[in-house]
């Protein structure tokens, strides 16, 4: 009789775990992604070139219905800018960023693999390094506001767990580092950081 009850209790714990997990409203997830930055041409500028490099997502998301949730975003890496310049076609800055954003997604359910949508707005810090990297001293920390496009996959590995897959992007004006006389200055042109990445989500 105690064997049955035990093996009872254990059954009603575990269709309740599961039923809380079919019911999570929420997931955090943290996803390493690559950086990739087209060239951007301004008046002073021929041509503003990024490094590719890898950083850190960190993300949050709240269903509102099953198909709607919102998402705050935070993002680090750090790179190097180089902006080829009439004064001085050498001038580089070694730079720390960070994203944060917040961005409505539209997801779908097909069984397990989940896609999805998503857009928002959003902030990139950029600080200078100054290291032996660094190529221009009278710089400073620049804050770019901008948008935040994305579309990716999500598969279920279990009730609580999915493998996320995402091509994210960030579009804003150029980060030109306060340089004096406008060394660095673009022209207000966009500045697109590609972010592919891929990571775990926890549901709860």
Do not use: W
Request: aromatic share 12%; proline share 5%; net charge neutral.
């Amino acid at each position: 009789m105690k064997k049955m009850m035990l093996l009872g209790a254990l059954m009603m714990l575990c269709t309740a775990a599961v039923g809380h997990a079919q019911e999570s409203r929420q997931d955090a997830s943290i996803s390493l992604f690559g950086v990739y930055v087209p060239p951007v041409y301004g008046l002073n500028v021929h041509p503003l070139t990024t490094t590719s490099t890898g950083g850190l997502l960190l993300s949050y998301r709240y269903m509102l219905t099953p198909r709607s949730a919102v998402e705050l975003n935070y993002t680090f890496d750090q790179n190097s800018l180089k902006f080829n310049t009439i004064a001085d076609p050498n001038s580089r800055v070694n730079s720390r960023e960070q994203e944060i954003s917040g961005a409505y997604v539209y997801t779908r359910t097909y069984k397990r693999y989940n896609p999805f949508v998503e857009g928002g707005i959003g902030a990139v810090i950029f600080t200078p390094i100054l290291n032996t990297g660094t190529t221009q001293e009278t710089i400073k920390q620049n804050l770019q506001i901008g948008g935040l496009f994305g579309a990716g996959m999500a598969y279920e590995i279990s009730p609580s767990f999915d493998i996320r897959a995402e091509f994210r992007g960030f579009i804003m004006k150029a980060p030109t580092f306060g340089a004096v006389d406008g060394l660095f200055s673009t022209n207000g042109r966009y500045y697109i950081m590609e972010t592919p990445s891929i990571g775990v989500a926890y549901h709860f």
